[in-house]
């Protein structure tokens, strides 16, 4: 048998072992998150299923989004999470040219391409901060009509599958597999308008991969993560998420999804049991969370810059420092990075049942990425 051959069964069968069956509690609790896309760089420790580095909240644009975050931390409420996506099929990333980035932004729904680095924080402040208890007065920022112009709504229905290979062989190994499966099909069942798939860095939980975060305020898994997810259940995974009772409790509820659900956004650890246990959401996380306004334009779904405000509950405010090394630190423990070195729409429409039956669109322009980050140990 070749060493090749040899070799590569080897690293299947150690995978297989290394994994284990996902469990429902295992997401730390968020309130936003915030996906990075920026021209590739060459990188000693790069692993297979991304370019990234081994620790890309280490980069200077990461340490510029944490900073962003922490300059506003006082009128964030909740936590905040930052992940690196890219598209799907890599070899379409030199599509972002040098000192620009893309940044996708949840609960929100805001995607903004070719957006200047240095535009980056204004945009974070804009969507991010909001009035609070200590502060009922405030109003953010305004976005800069340069970027309101740039802006379009996410995909209604966005998945995140952790390749970080740099971060862990399971995540780079079985992620990369399962991101082109999920993108050969929703290519095979012409459903790119509706459905995108993005590769995103290390989110915690490598030895439940494959690791899939869903987002889409039209789709009752919004903000659902699953884990232990292959290629080779891919389909059904799909068909799970596609054919999900619009007014049902998302994974929670859903026969195929829930052996696989590990918890969502917006819900505590304690908050996650429970629903697991009982196959249902709390009340306030079926309310409608904060919606950016869009309008047609040209066949785009272009933002206009205004936010509606539903009141949602939201956490404990965000703990993040001062300084970007600070933020670094602390949101190293929120995102499993404790063993690493720091020194250095509506769901409820009339009419329709499951996801599969609503109309959905999306910016014409639209393209597939991914992003997300990992962490090396448990």
């Given at each position: 048998?070749?060493?090749?051959?040899?070799?590569?069964?080897?690293?299947?069968?150690?995978?297989?072992?290394?994994?284990?069956?996902?469990?429902?509690?295992?997401?730390?609790?968020?309130?936003?998150?915030?996906?990075?896309?920026f021209?590739?760089?060459?990188?000693?420790d790069?692993?297979?299923?991304?370019?990234?580095?081994?620790?890309?909240?280490?980069?200077?644009?990461?340490l510029?989004?944490?900073?962003?975050?922490?300059?506003?931390r006082?009128?964030?409420?909740?936590?905040?999470r930052?992940?690196?996506?890219e598209?799907?099929?890599?070899?379409s990333?030199?599509?972002?040219?040098?000192?620009?980035?893309?940044?996708m932004?949840?609960?929100?729904?805001?995607?903004?391409?070719?957006?200047d680095?240095?535009?980056l924080?204004?945009v974070?402040?804009?969507?991010?901060s909001?009035?609070?208890?200590?502060?009922?007065?405030?109003t953010?920022?305004?976005?800069?009509?340069s970027?309101?112009?740039?802006a379009?709504s996410?995909?209604?229905?966005?998945?995140?599958v952790?390749?970080?290979?740099?971060r862990?062989c399971?995540c780079?190994?079985?992620?990369?597999?399962?991101?082109?499966r999920l993108?050969?099909?929703?290519?095979?069942?012409?459903?790119?308008?509706?459905?995108?798939?993005?590769?995103?860095?290390?989110?915690?939980?490598?030895?439940?991969?494959?690791?899939?975060?869903?987002y889409?305020?039209?789709?009752?898994?919004?903000?659902?993560?699953?884990?232990g997810?292959?290629?080779?259940?891919?389909?059904?995974?799909?068909?799970?998420?596609?054919?999900?009772?619009?007014?049902?409790?998302?994974?929670?509820?859903?026969?195929?999804?829930?052996?696989?659900?590990?918890?969502?956004?917006?819900?505590?650890?304690?908050?996650?049991?429970?629903?697991?246990?009982?196959?249902?959401?709390?009340?306030d996380?079926?309310?409608?969370?904060?919606?950016?306004?869009y309008?047609?334009?040209?066949?785009?779904?272009?933002?206009n810059?205004?936010?509606q405000?539903?009141?949602?509950?939201q956490?404990?405010?965000?703990?993040?420092?001062?300084v970007?090394?600070?933020?670094?630190q602390?949101?190293?423990?929120?995102?499993?990075?404790e063993?690493?070195?720091?020194?250095?729409?509506?769901?409820?429409q009339?009419?329709?049942?499951?996801f599969?039956?609503?109309e959905?669109?999306?910016?014409?322009?639209?393209?597939?990425?991914?992003?997300?980050?990992?962490?090396?140990?448990?």
């Amino acid at each position: 048998m070749p060493r090749a051959v040899s070799s590569s069964r080897q690293l299947q069968k150690a995978l297989e072992t290394e994994t284990e069956r996902p469990q429902p509690g295992t997401v730390s609790p968020y309130e936003h998150h915030i996906f990075l896309r920026f021209p590739p760089k060459q990188y000693p420790d790069a692993g297979l299923g991304s370019w990234w580095p081994k620790i890309v909240e280490r980069t200077p644009e990461f340490l510029q989004a944490f900073g962003a975050v922490a300059a506003h931390r006082k009128q964030i409420e909740g936590v905040v999470r930052i992940s690196a996506f890219e598209n799907a099929d890599l070899s379409s990333h030199s599509q972002i040219r040098p000192g620009k980035c893309d940044a996708m932004l949840f609960p929100s729904g805001m995607w903004v391409k070719g957006l200047d680095q240095e535009a980056l924080p204004g945009v974070i402040a804009a969507v991010v901060s909001q009035p609070t208890d200590d502060n009922p007065d405030f109003t953010p920022p305004p976005l800069k009509k340069s970027v309101q112009s740039a802006a379009r709504s996410t995909p209604p229905l966005s998945l995140f599958v952790c390749t970080h290979g740099s971060r862990d062989c399971r995540c780079g190994t079985i992620g990369d597999k399962l991101v082109r499966r999920l993108d050969s099909l929703i290519a095979e069942r012409d459903l790119e308008a509706s459905i995108a798939v993005f590769r995103c860095s290390h989110i915690g939980g490598h030895k439940y991969a494959g690791n899939v975060l869903v987002y889409g305020g039209v789709s009752p898994c919004d903000g659902d993560w699953y884990g232990g997810v292959t290629a080779e259940a891919a389909e059904g995974f799909l068909d799970a998420l596609t054919h999900a009772d619009i007014s049902g409790h998302g994974g929670v509820s859903e026969a195929t999804l829930r052996p696989l659900w590990r918890g969502r956004m917006g819900l505590s650890k304690d908050e996650q049991l429970q629903a697991f246990e009982s196959g249902t959401l709390p009340e306030d996380d079926l309310e409608d969370g904060d919606d950016w306004e869009y309008v047609e334009e040209d066949g785009d779904n272009k933002l206009n810059g205004e936010t509606q405000s539903s009141g949602q509950a939201q956490s404990k405010a965000i703990p993040l420092a001062e300084v970007s090394q600070q933020v670094f630190q602390e949101h190293a423990g929120q995102s499993g990075l404790e063993d690493v070195d720091t020194s250095a729409s509506d769901k409820s429409q009339a009419g329709t049942s499951t996801f599969s039956d609503l109309e959905l669109t999306s910016s014409s322009d639209s393209e597939s990425s991914e992003s997300g980050a990992d962490h090396r140990k448990h």
